[in-house]
């Protein structure tokens, strides 16, 4: 398993998964963008912006035939609504997506935490929260 398994698994996961709950808990369809995609036409409303964050590769086991390697990383959602609107909508999109996680602790054979719900509060003219996401696999070699 590679890091662009792991980020493509997640990416199909997001599209099919978990988009339609954050676009029920806003009620209306919320723009997410992934790393290297472009945020600018964003004006106002509810979206979404996923970091990928490739963390620590160690070794957990040493044997003869059963070395296993651990690798982790961290998704970061950054939730984000206009500012003066209240949190209300934003709470709901955090709640919507820990939910969805609790329900999907493993998803193509890599393992995600609960997630870690941060309130940021103002970002220029939004108002944004963030879910950190940590998740770990291992290989054998």
Known sequence: MSLSHVYGTFRDFVDSSL???VNAAAGAAVPMFLDNQDIESVNSGPWIKITALPGSHTQQTTGANTNTFRKTGAFVFSMFDDFGSGDERVVGIVD???EHMLAN??????VYSP???V????AGKFYQMNITLLWQYDTRA
């Open 115 to 117: 997630g870690t719900p």
């Open 19 to 21: 988009r339609p709950v």
């Open 105 to 110: 602790m493993t998803v193509g054979g890599v």
């Open 96 to 98: 919507a997506v820990l």
């Open 119 to 122: 309130r940021v509060g103002r």
